[in-house]
């Protein structure tokens, strides 16, 4: 049986999540990604963090972090699923935020074009290479700048996102085969309290 291009796309993106079987998953969606439902998936997470995690601290963090990864989806995912209805859009992505004994961990995938997959892979490096402190820096820079044309928002989401998780970023963009496309897989890392 010959898997058709969909059924190939995700197949690249679920495995793209290190869950392991000591890893407790307080949510998995794989899906359309719109404002309304990262709203309804940002209360599950919620009433999730305040029932396990005390910090209020990691709970605002990590909370920052998951809208902010789901607003790239909404903004940046690219593929044939891509819905439109008036004045909203819908993008296909997957979420997954799960913890163990010492982390909890915010992940993402989605499907990028060749100028995105670029971009993000500069972007990110340059992150990775930074102090928290030079992060802040920038992020606050950010906020008083104007965004790039490239951007569909204020152009300070990876910024929010590496200055507040506790290790840096990780990424991978695997190029799918006969197409323009790379599924991105981004992940946060935060330490419990």
């Known amino acids: 049986m010959k898997m058709n291009d969909i059924q190939v796309k ?20 794989t899906g359309y990604f719109s404002q309304q439902n990262i709203i309804a998936m940002g209360e599950v997470i919620r009433v999730w963090l305040d029932k396990h995690e005390s ?19 909404v903004r940046y995912s690219s593929d044939e699923r891509y819905l439109c209805t008036g004045q909203e859009e819908l993008r296909f992505g997957s979420l997954c935020l799960h913890t163990d004994h010492r982390h909890y961990y915010l992940e993402t995938a989605n499907l990028v074009g060749e100028e995105e997959s670029s971009l993000l892979q500069t972007n990110l490096e340059v992150l990775r290479t930074m102090t928290q402190d030079e992060i802040k820096q920038a992020w606050k820079q950010g906020l008083r700048s104007e965004a790039p044309p490239t951007s569909k928002g204020a152009n300070i989401g990876l910024l929010t ?8 970023l990780e990424y ?21 309290d």
């Open 161 to 168: 996102m590496a200055r507040d998780t506790s290790e840096p």
């Open 10 to 29: 995700e197949a690249v993106l679920m495995p793209l999540f290190g869950l392991s079987r000591h890893s407790d998953v307080a949510l998995f969606y």
């Open 55 to 73: 910090s209020s601290a990691i709970r605002r963090r990590l909370f920052s972090v998951f809208v902010e990864m789901g607003q790239n989806i």
């Open 172 to 192: 991978r963009l695997h190029p799918l085969a006969a197409s323009p496309l790379s599924a991105f897989h981004l992940k946060a890392t935060f330490c419990h």
